[in-house]
């Protein structure tokens, strides 16, 4: 049995269902750890200077050895875009959000993984993700990147197993 803490929402429910044996779905914390635990912009919804502390609480609910997937939002891609004068009104909604949701800090992929490792992960995938905005009126496609992390969480003497 795979208990898995699902932030992301409903819409992963099936594809967990082919992934793991029997897993037991939560989304909401019930106070017993979790072998997986998904989240995405659980960071880029917060202020950068409160990325240590979210990511020591969301690695409070997940079990030794167990996994942390990630999404989130891509300071790379923000950089680029910017440099390429994609500074338009489409991609600065996908870099700011809107005021129901807003877009509070970025990371690269770089800093993602520094932080992952200091705080106890071990980074075992880490692969930009490109996702539509929009097309425009002559075809052509827009696309954002967010930076997608897989991590195993490393127990206390510094392993990924139990002697």
């Known amino acids: ?3 898995v803490l699902n932030l992301v929402g409903d819409h992963v429910t099936s ?3 082919q992934i793991y044996d029997e897993p037991v779905i939560h989304t909401e914390p019930d106070g017993e750890g979790y072998h997986v635990v998904l989240t995405n912009y659980a960071l880029s919804e917060k202020p950068i200077r409160e990325s240590v502390a979210t990511l020591r609480e969301l690695s409070k609910h997940i079990l030794p050895g167990g996994e942390l997937n990630m999404i989130e939002r891509s300071a790379d891609w923000y950089a680029e875009a910017v440099l390429q004068r994609k500074d338009d009104q489409i991609v600065m909604l996908h870099v700011y959000g ?8 970025m990371h690269t992929m770089r800093s993602l993984r520094e932080l992952l490792s200091r705080e106890g992960f071990l980074v075992y995938s880490a692969e930009p993700v490109e996702y539509p905005i929009a097309r425009l ?7 954002g990147r967010n930076n997608m992390i ?14």
């Open 1 to 3: 049995m795979t208990r």
């Open 137 to 143: 009126s002559n075809g052509a496609e827009i696309t």
């Open 150 to 163: 897989a991590a195993t969480k490393i127990w206390k003497d510094k392993t990924l197993w139990k002697e």
């Open 15 to 17: 594809q967990l269902m």
């Open 98 to 105: 809107t005021e129901e949701h807003p877009i509070k800090s």
